[in-house]
């Protein structure tokens, strides 16, 4: 029962992400982010700039009023793990910094560096199946398909 718990928080999650390659895909940066038409080249995601595209993202505008995600990379450049960059994501805002959330997402930051606007869901999935992926959150599976039911249109990015 707790494993299967655990795979529907990682689906879940992976549901979040999807997310938000798709609103990604859709988006490149000008400045202020625009919706452009898909022949546009995809645009590299950096630290720099992946708060300004999430934020603008159509996953970021299905979040629920009160939901929060903390969205964290990591290395092993030591031999253990190392916390490079943390962002807060909540409807239509994502900031640089770390709170409480209801879910914590983790991702190996190697997945930055090849990471565009056009690659998102597929970089994901990988990360997945690498096991570079991690979920955690303190609501139950119930709970957190309820609270973040309107982010299920977003399901198809990564094939669930």
Not at 99 to 108: F, K, Q, T, W
Not at 123 to 138: C, H, P, R, V
Request: with cysteine.
């Amino acid at each position: 029962m707790k494993n299967k718990k655990l795979e529907i928080a990682v689906i879940i999650l992976v549901i979040i992400l999807a997310i938000a390659g798709i609103a990604v895909y859709n988006y490149k940066i000008t400045g202020n982010a625009v919706k452009t038409k898909q022949t546009s080249p995809a645009v590299p995601i950096t630290y720099n700039n992946i708060a300004q595209v999430l934020s603008s993202s159509d996953l970021v505008g299905a979040l629920p009023e009160g939901g929060s995600i903390l969205l964290r990379f990591y290395n092993y450049n030591s031999g253990s793990r190392q916390w490079e960059k943390s962002f807060i994501i909540k409807k239509r805002s994502v900031k640089e910094g770390i709170e409480d959330a209801d879910i914590i997402l983790s991702l190996h930051s190697k997945y930055l560096s090849g990471l565009t606007t056009g690659n998102f869901c597929s970089m994901i999935n990988i990360a997945k199946k690498n096991g570079d992926l991690g979920f955690e959150t303190s609501l139950s599976t119930l709970s957190l398909a309820w609270k973040y039911k309107s982010m299920y249109k977003f399901r198809d990015c990564l094939g669930f």
